[in-house]
T-cell receptor
Framework: DAGVIQSPRHEVTEMGQEVTLRCKPISGHDYLFWYRQTMMRGLELLIY????????DSGMPEDRFSAKMPNASFSTLKIQPSEPRDSAVYFC??????????FGSGTRLTVV | AQSVTQLGSHVSVSEGALVLLRCNYS??????LFWYVQYPNQGLQLLLK??????LVKGINGFEAEFKKSETSFHLTKPSAHMSDAAEYFC??????????FGKGTRLHILP
């Protein structure tokens, strides 16, 4: 089991550019979560999916953020256009009902 | 609604001393409770979880936590701290919908 796989590990982009973060959950897990971690705000839940369907996106900060899960083995989080305040570590996590989450190693995003 | 409060954003203990990290929760439904650990530049790793049954839960690396419903607490302990325990620790609460809410974290420092 390779765990939850996120790519890229690091991303540096210029303000205004589109950024796409990718996540491959653990096979058989039916929930997928996207979190953002910053020093100021800690861990924030952005959105989560159950069986590929978005369940709660109330944590998505604004319309510049969007997430998709086209199939059980892949999800993306897109920011367009990116801004410096989006700089953070973005984590993907997956779980099977009743178990704790398994987190990926995160993507460190820097917007300059 | 659910919430978690971790008392103390930083805790320092001497190597070999007792580790006690405090967590209080609020939940309108029977809670699932979790402790996660995060080492630098890594994702979160599940230490232990409480769902139902025995209120004293043992986890990895010698950690344990006790669910006390009357006190709405789930404090994390370890009898003897090791240098390798230095990390950030997150308490989290969830319910049946598998969404879990994280506390703001406690950074544990181990003094030689």
């Amino acid at each position: 089991d390779a765990g939850v796989i996120q790519s890229p590990r690091h991303e540096v982009t210029e303000m205004g550019q589109e950024v796409t973060l990718r996540c491959k959950p653990i096979s058989g897990h039916d929930y997928l979560f996207w979190y953002r971690q910053t020093m100021m705000r800690g861990l924030e839940l952005l959105i989560y999916f159950n069986n590929n369907v978005p369940i709660d996106d109330s944590g998505m900060p604004e319309d510049r953020f969007s997430a998709k899960m086209p199939n059980a083995s892949f999800s993306t989080l897109k920011i367009q256009p990116s801004e410096p305040r989006d700089s953070a570590v973005y984590f993907c996590a997956s779980t099977k009902t009743g178990y704790g989450y398994t987190f990926g190693s995160g993507t460190r995003l820097t917007v300059v | 609604a659910q919430s978690v409060t971790q008392l103390g954003s930083h805790v320092s203990v001497s190597e070999g001393a007792l580790v006690l990290l405090r967590c209080n929760y609020s939940s309108s439904v029977p809670p699932y409770l979790f402790w996660y650990v995060q080492y630098p530049n890594q994702g979160l790793q599940l230490l232990l979880k409480y769902t139902t049954g025995a209120t004293l839960v043992k986890g990895i690396n010698g950690f344990e936590a006790e669910f006390k419903k009357s006190e709405t607490s789930f404090h994390l302990t370890k009898p003897s701290a090791h240098m390798s325990d230095a990390a950030e620790y997150f308490c989290a609460v969830g319910g049946r919908d598998d969404k879990i809410i994280f506390g703001k974290g406690t950074r544990l420092h181990i003094l030689p």
